[in-house]
Structure formats: C-alpha cells, structure tokens
C-alpha cells in the first residue's frame, strides 16, 4: 500500500536549468508533506515543506507546490547547481495524532555541469 | 553539535543472530523514530516513541523491538535476525510531530546472511 508515489526514479537537469520533481499521494487525511534531500551514505536532510492550507512555499531556489485536489505536488529547483545532485524524497503526514510520515520511493536528480 | 548519531554504521549478521542498532540525540528533542528502507523503497517507520518510557508502533514493527529510558537515546533490537530484515537503518527525531521535520541520523546497513 503505497501512499506515496515518485514515479520518476531519475532525473537529469543541465546546470542553470528548472528541476521537476513530482510527488502523488492517495491519502486525503494528509495535510502535510515534506521534501528531504539524501547524499550516499548519508541519512536524510530537510528541504522544505508545505501544509495543505497552502498551494505555495517558496525557500530561496526551491518551490513546492501543492495542488490538493489532484493530490499531487511538486519541488522546483531553480537554478539547478551541481551540488543539488541527490536521491529526493518526498513524504506525507496525516493529523497531528498520527505519527506516521509516509516516504515515496525517491528520485535520483543528477545536475550536469 | 551532533545532532543524531547511529552506531554502528555496517553490520553482518548470521541469519538468528541478535543486535542492537543503537540511536541518540543531543537536541532534547520528546520525538524519536526508527525507519528501514529497502532498495528502490521510501522509509518505512519501524517504532516510534514520544518520549521517555512511551513507546508504539510504526508500519513495520515484525522482528523488532525498542526501548526508551532516556530521552537521548533510542535503541533498536533485532531478534532472530532474517534476510528479510537486510535493509538501511535510519533514526531520526524531532521536536514534537506535526508540521515541523524531523532529523536523521546518518544510517545503519545492515546485511543478513
């Protein structure tokens, strides 16, 4: 039962251009979702997040949008640097009894000098 | 400043052998958690606990269990380990749940054989 769905297991972007990664959810009890970024070897660091009060959330050159009723969002990076080039997880959180943050599966981002 | 910190890094075991992963954080935080994730998978949360001697279940529980004496430090035992328990280990914590992230440590590979 996966609630949360990245179905690009990799992505390459050009320095300097627009990174898009997208995130699907099936679980309308969430309403808070959140992006970590994880180097090899590494355990995972928070990005950003947003809750589903908001379609927007913006931090420097990354962007999350949120659009609740197709149950979908989505982190811009812009503009991709090298250094951005990660594995990004995307996770979901129901109420504030439910302890359970669900992770998609990951997507690869690798950004080309 | 430490953060959160996994001990040991790697790890083989004999399929029935027992270990303890251990976790802790220096950031006084109440909530702590234990996540696995399996090749090509997002985390899956093992055990949770909100603070000193409160303990629950995550999604995965099976093979596992944790105790929470203090609030630094959060262990994780395998019992009988199983190849199906081979997986990255990683704890995290945070302040309390809801909107806020929570922070990882840098992971534990553990390999069944």
């Known amino acids: 039962d996966q609630q949360v769905k990245q179905n690009s297991p990799s992505l390459s972007v050009q320095e300097g251009r627009i990174s898009i990664l997208n995130c699907d959810y099936t679980?309308?009890?969430?309403?808070?979702f959140l992006w970590y970024k994880k180097y090899p070897a590494e355990g995972p660091t928070f990005l950003i997040s947003i809750s589903s009060i908001k379609d927007k959330n913006e931090d420097g050159r990354f962007t999350v949008f949120l659009n609740k009723s197709a149950k979908h969002l989505s982190l811009h990076i812009v503009p991709s640097q090298p250094g951005d080039s990660a594995v990004y997880f995307c996770?979901?959180?129901?109420?504030?009894?439910?302890?359970?943050?669900?992770f998609g599966a990951g997507t690869r981002l690798t950004v080309k000098p | 400043n430490a953060g959160v910190t996994q001990t040991p890094k790697f790890r083989i075991l004999k399929i029935g052998q027992s270990m303890t992963l251990q976790c802790t954080q220096d950031m006084n935080h109440n909530y702590m958690y234990w996540y696995r994730q399996d090749p090509g998978m997002g985390l899956k949360l093992i055990y949770y606990?909100?603070?000193?001697?409160?303990?629950d279940k995550g999604e995965v529980p099976n093979g596992y269990n944790v105790s929470r004496s203090t609030t630094e430090d959060f262990p994780l035992r395998l019992e009988l380990a199983a190849p199906s328990q081979t997986s990255v280990y990683f704890c995290?914590?945070?302040?309390?749940?809801?909107?806020?992230?929570?922070?990882f440590g840098q992971g534990t590979r553990l390999t069944v054989v």
């Open positions: 679980n309308s009890m969430f309403d808070y």
């Open positions: 995290a914590s945070s302040y309390w749940q809801g909107d806020t992230e929570a922070f």
């Open positions: 996770a979901a959180r129901g109420d504030l009894i439910n302890n359970d943050m669900r």
């Open positions: 606990s909100v603070g000193a001697g409160i303990t």
